[in-house]
């Protein structure tokens, strides 16, 4: 019985590693002014900066950017954090991009480890498919080095779920990662018209749904035990 209460219990370690979340960048439960740009492009907005609780934003500050670059007097986008998420939403003739900063209102993350807690990249949580296709950048900065890990990736319409995994294999300069003072995430509308809401940005060391579901997990454990159970019974015969 030991043995077998060992199994399930290393199946179950196994499924819990690889859905632990190991740090929250931002979970937008700390709102801010909204940010609102009409057209005609180009109108920027700089410095929108809200503090909140480390838990929630990473560094205790959150800088909003907002670039309305292409569209015509009608054209407009809003941007807010409200009820948990990040809202852009654009007019169907403008195309924009905002940036987001993290890095202590300028004071610096103090070379921060994003590799802690076992992470292996960068998971961003978006509730709904995109409905236009959408390019996302992450450079990362370690003032000391003055050096950028960068990734960027441009996801289809319809992109969800597991798509939005920045590992950190794929970023330049990787060794910025482990000593990072400035994270920078850039959202850029490759059309015009987008509307997107992001809920969760953290770092983990998988993407979700990379690891068998629980069900599948105790049908294994399951079926472990029974294999044994069987073996025992055939050697005592």
Do not use: C
């Not at 002014?33 to 920027?44: E, F, H, M, R, V």
């Not at 990473?58 to 998420?85: E, H, M, P, Q, S």
């Not at 597991?162 to 003072?181: I, K």
């Amino acid at each position: 019985m030991k043995t077998q209460l060992a199994i399930v219990t290393a199946l179950a370690g196994l499924f819990a590693a690889g859905s632990a979340n190991a740090m929250i960048i931002d979970d937008f439960e700390v709102s801010q002014s909204a940010i609102y740009l009409t057209g005609p492009a180009p109108k920027t907005s700089f410095d929108n900066m809200q503090s909140g609780a480390a838990a929630n934003i990473l560094g205790g500050f959150r800088k909003t950017d907002v670039d309305l670059y292409a569209g015509n007097d009608a054209a407009d986008v809003n941007v807010r954090v409200v009820a948990g998420v990040l809202d852009i939403n654009d007019s169907v003739s403008a195309a924009t991009q905002v940036m987001l900063t993290w890095d202590a209102n300028s004071f610096g993350l103090g070379n921060l480890d994003l590799y802690a807690g076992g992470a292996t990249g960068i998971y961003l949580a978006f509730p709904t498919a995109m409905d236009h296709a959408l390019s996302l950048a992450f450079d990362i900065t370690d003032v000391g080095t003055s050096t950028t890990a960068s990734s960027a990736i441009t996801f289809p319409a319809g992109a969800q779920g597991s798509d939005f995994f920045f590992s950190f294999s794929n970023f330049t300069n990787v060794a910025a990662l482990s000593s990072a003072d400035s994270i920078r995430m850039t959202i850029n509308s490759t059309t015009p018209g987008l509307d997107a809401n992001l809920d969760l940005i953290e770092t983990r060391d998988a993407p979700p749904n990379s690891v068998p579901e629980p069900g599948s997990i105790s049908l294994l454990g399951l079926g472990l035990i029974g294999m044994r159970a069987m073996r025992r019974k055939i050697k005592g015969q």
